[in-house]
T-cell receptor
Framework: TQLLEQSPQFLSIQEGENLTVYCNSS?????LQWYRQEPGEGPVLLVT?????EVKKLKRLTFQFGDARKDSSLHITAAQPGDTGLYLC???????????FGTGTLLAVQP | DTGVSQNPRHKITKRGQNVTFRCDPI?????LYWYRQTLGQGPEFLTY????????KSRLLSDRFSAERPKGSFSTLEIQRTEQGDSAMYLC???????????FGSGTRLTVV
């Protein structure tokens, strides 16, 4: 059972374009984290959001946690080839705060 | 201490053999997680340690899988009688709490032939 659905699954854009990735669930999470993963490597943490409605900015990346803590979005402004990778959202659940990962969005930014 | 270290990076084994993977977390991190990731999917939770105590195991973790974290330091994940379906990337992550996020290792890629 996939608790977190990401859309789109694949995205190929030109350098300089903007994009938004969505992460949706019917479940409430105690936190929402975004990771970026390159082939053959482990995920690398981009951001953690814990408060409903929270917005965090990391240079050209803007992350938002939904008011009800069930969904999140990642917006990238002026994408660059270095942004290419698999973007994963992950929600914290349960007493152990284990992460439930989304289905992933594979982004390719063409120069 | 530059991050989470996993060994080996790659392992090819014959079906039916046992394999063991090692994870060395960031030293001050009391939380340690194991995940499994197959191609095109997000990682799936396997098990969680807080210090040396194994506090949660996924139903994905069959009886052939066992994990330890002696003295709350490094952790090992053993798979007995490997099957082709065990082929995956096995990831280890450590942290001190969800608000700080978790640091993942580079993973161990297991191929069962």
């Amino acid at each position: 059972t996939q608790l977190l659905e990401q859309s789109p699954q694949f995205l190929s854009i030109q350098e300089g374009e903007n994009l938004t990735v969505y992460c949706n669930s019917s479940s409430v999470f105690s936190s929402l984290q975004w990771y970026r993963q390159e082939p053959g490597e482990g995920p690398v943490l981009l951001v953690t959001v814990v408060t409903g409605g929270e917005v965090k900015k990391l240079k050209r990346l803007t992350f938002q946690f939904g008011d009800a803590r069930k969904d999140s979005s990642l917006h990238i402004t002026a994408a660059q080839p270095g942004d290419t990778g698999l973007y994963l959202c992950a929600g914290g659940r349960g007493a152990t705060n284990k992460l439930i990962f989304g289905t992933g969005t594979l982004l390719a930014v063409q120069p | 201490d530059t991050g989470v270290s996993q060994n080996p990076r790659h392992k090819i084994t014959k079906r039916g053999q046992n394999v063991t993977f090692r994870c060395d977390p960031i030293s001050e991190h009391n939380r340690l997680y194991w995940y499994r990731q197959t191609l095109g999917q997000g990682p799936e939770f396997l098990t969680y340690f807080q210090n040396e105590a194994q506090l949660e195991k996924s139903r994905l973790l069959s009886d052939r899988f066992s994990a330890e974290r002696p003295k709350g330091s490094f952790s090992t994940l053993e798979i007995q009688r490997t099957e082709q379906g065990d082929s995956a990337m096995y990831l280890c992550a450590s942290g001190v709490g969800q608000i700080y996020g978790y640091t993942f290792g580079s993973g161990t890629r297991l191929t069962v032939v």
